[in-house]
């Protein structure tokens, strides 16, 4: 069926490396992804989207890559900070309305 | 900054009472959503609502959960006869003109246990 998930569970860098977080996601007619990054015991917060018609798209130390050909989408966060701990979850949009569809997440700790 | 406020933030039930998660959207949002969030599993939408209307909701959003909106700013899910697979956190997002075209933002959650 349809689903957006995620090669890893768990992610361990080091203070101020560059971490790079990775999607796959089976629906090609998706055409909005969203980037959430959710603390503990918070709800989710939006860090960055990308529409289907872009490949690139670079916020505030984070940038989003969206490969439409393999169905991979990848969070890099630069000079990665204790504060970027969290979990994070990639999210395609589906149905009229943008109901989300969320992938199972990714837990990044960072190490000082 | 405006924010999607919900209440309460923990809910003990037991199974088979009927619990209504209330949540505030930011005021000139449209749309609304209810998520929900089994410990350590991934976000799963239920449903979502539009001009006083469920506009579309997912396999798990069955006959025992209702949402309303019974004033201009408050937004609810009912859920009538709990069960203890409804344990979750519950989420509530609102945006402006619907995820495809403006971000959604999340409440801080309901946690809901079912004993």
């Known amino acids: 069926g349809e689903s957006v998930g995620l090669h890893l569970p768990t992610l361990s860098v080091q203070e101020g490396d560059n971490s790079i977080i990775n999607c796959a996601y089976s629906?090609?007619?998706?055409?909005?992804f969203i980037w959430y990054k959710q603390e503990s015991g918070k709800g989710p917060q939006f860090i960055i989207d990308i529409r289907s018609n872009m490949d690139k798209r670079q916020g505030q130390r984070v940038t989003v890559l969206l490969n439409k050909t393999v169905k991979h989408l990848s969070l890099q966060i630069a000079a990665t900070q204790p504060g970027d701990s969290a979990v994070y979850f990639c999210?395609?949009?589906?149905?009229?309305?943008?109901?989300?569809?969320f992938g199972k997440g990714t837990k990044l700790s960072v190490k000082p | 900054e405006p924010e999607v406020t919900q209440t309460p933030s923990h809910q003990v039930t037991q199974m088979g009472q009927e619990v209504i998660l209330r949540c505030v959207p930011i005021?000139?949002?449209?749309?609304f959503y209810w998520y929900r969030q089994i410990l350590g599993q991934k976000v799963e939408f239920l449903v979502s609502f539009y001009n006083n209307e469920i506009s579309e909701k997912s396999e798990i959003f069955d006959d025992q959960f209702s949402v309303e909106r019974p004033d201009g700013s408050n937004f609810t899910l009912k859920i009538r006869s709990t069960k203890l697979e409804d344990s979750a956190m519950y989420f509530c997002?609102?945006?402006?003109?619907?995820?495809?075209?403006?971000?959604?933002?999340f409440g801080q959650g309901t946690r809901l246990t079912v004993v």
């Open positions: 999210a395609e949009t589906a149905g009229s309305q943008g109901n989300l569809i």
């Open positions: 997002a609102s945006s402006e003109q619907g995820a495809v075209n403006t971000e959604a933002f």
């Open positions: 005021s000139n949002h449209l749309y």
């Open positions: 629906n090609s007619a998706s055409d909005y």
